[in-house]
């Protein structure tokens, strides 16, 4: 590594530095990280293997916490408010909430899912972004696997307190709708929210792909096809996934000047991320 990349990778997190907001103190833990990889470990490939250990051994605290929630929901602790919860949504049904509710479920489908994160994915690519690709892919289809290796795994059956207005035949916990939604749009919004430099809009993202995320959650419990738990259980795992993937992209970036042809593909990302950073300033 030659003096010009210890630079870079120096100055790069003072740079990043701008903008973090309400996850600072994420991102300071992320970055310590990565500078004292950078200090100990040569190479590209070498120190992001260093990293993803780290984001591994992280994701199995985060797989704890959430086993110890499924120990819970299927130990029936949550299982008198999951019952009262779906009696609510089943009195408060009619025709045309029936219809909407169906409208707003297929948005997590997986086909419609798969969609977005494809025309996404070929945006990014055509414009250079081609790790923001990873992101995408590695997130989606890792998410995806996860939710039916998770469902195989609590084998817990869909609800029967209530009839369902919709009919499915796989498993419950966690929702795979839930899960994958929180991943799909959450990853979207991640990286479109990083690129635009205008704060409400920003916050529009986000907003509006946590509003998405909710109505699908919501639809399915209206529907009667999951407990409360199952929603609550799937944005969980989603959202670790979610961040163990971003976290994997923002250290590839972080030791791209190791790696010329890295620096090359996400110099486009750079120029806007920093006419971005000077409009926020």
């Given at each position: 590594?030659?003096?010009?990349?210890?630079?870079?990778?120096?100055?790069?997190?003072?740079?990043?530095?701008?903008?973090?907001?309400?996850?600072g103190v994420f991102t300071d833990l992320l970055y310590s990280i990565?500078?004292?990889?950078?200090?100990?470990?040569?190479?590209?490939?070498?120190?992001?293997?260093?990293?993803?250990?780290?984001?591994?051994?992280?994701?199995?605290?985060?797989?704890?916490?959430?086993?110890?929630?499924?120990?819970?929901?299927?130990?029936?602790?949550?299982?008198?408010?999951?019952?009262?919860?779906?009696?609510?949504?089943?009195?408060?049904?009619?025709?045309?909430?029936?219809?909407?509710?169906?409208?707003?479920?297929?948005?997590?489908?997986?086909?419609?899912?798969?969609?977005?994160?494809?025309?996404?994915?070929?945006?990014?690519?055509?414009?250079?972004?081609?790790?923001?690709?990873?992101?995408?892919?590695?997130?989606?289809?890792?998410?995806?696997?996860?939710?039916?290796?998770?469902?195989?795994?609590?084998?817990?059956?869909?609800?029967?307190?209530?009839?369902?207005?919709?009919?499915?035949?796989?498993?419950?916990?966690?929702?795979?709708?839930?899960?994958?939604?929180?991943?799909?749009?959450?990853?979207?919004?991640?990286?479109?929210?990083?690129?635009?430099?205008?704060?409400?809009?920003?916050?529009?993202?986000?907003?509006?792909?946590?509003?998405?995320?909710?109505?699908?959650?919501?639809?399915?419990?209206?529907?009667?096809?999951?407990?409360?738990?199952?929603?609550?259980?799937?944005?969980?795992?989603?959202?670790?996934?979610?961040?163990?993937?971003?976290?994997?992209?923002?250290?590839?970036?972080?030791?791209?000047?190791?790696?010329?042809?890295?620096?090359?593909?996400?110099?486009?990302?750079?120029?806007?991320?920093?006419?971005?950073?000077?409009?926020?300033?």
């Amino acid at each position: 590594m030659d003096d010009r990349t210890e630079v870079t990778e120096q100055t790069a997190p003072e740079r990043r530095r701008a903008g973090r907001g309400r996850l600072g103190v994420f991102t300071d833990l992320l970055y310590s990280i990565l500078r004292l990889i950078a200090r100990h470990i040569r190479g590209f490939w070498g120190a992001l293997a260093a990293f993803l250990t780290v984001g591994f051994l992280v994701g199995l605290a985060a797989l704890l916490v959430f086993a110890g929630f499924a120990y819970i929901v299927l130990g029936g602790v949550t299982q008198t408010f999951d019952e009262r919860a779906l009696r609510w949504f089943e009195l408060h049904r009619s025709p045309l909430l029936d219809l909407v509710m169906l409208e707003i479920t297929v948005l997590g489908d997986g086909i419609v899912l798969f969609m977005i994160v494809a025309v996404a994915s070929a945006f990014l690519w055509l414009t250079r972004h081609r790790w923001s690709v990873s992101l995408l892919a590695v997130g989606y289809v890792g998410g995806w696997i996860l939710n039916k290796v998770l469902k195989d795994w609590f084998d817990r059956p869909r609800p029967s307190v209530v009839e369902g207005v919709d009919i499915v035949h796989s498993l419950s916990f966690p929702s795979g709708h839930a899960m994958t939604s929180m991943i799909a749009y959450g990853a979207v919004a991640y990286l479109v929210a990083r690129l635009e430099p205008r704060p409400a809009m920003r916050r529009f993202t986000w907003g509006l792909a946590a509003l998405m995320i909710l109505a699908i959650g919501t639809s399915r419990m209206y529907l009667g096809v999951h407990y409360p738990s199952d929603v609550v259980g799937g944005y969980l795992a989603g959202l670790a996934w979610l961040i163990f993937v971003a976290s994997g992209v923002t250290a590839v970036r972080f030791f791209e000047p190791r790696r010329p042809e890295v620096a090359i593909e996400e110099k486009d990302l750079h120029a806007e991320e920093e006419r971005a950073v000077g409009v926020r300033e």
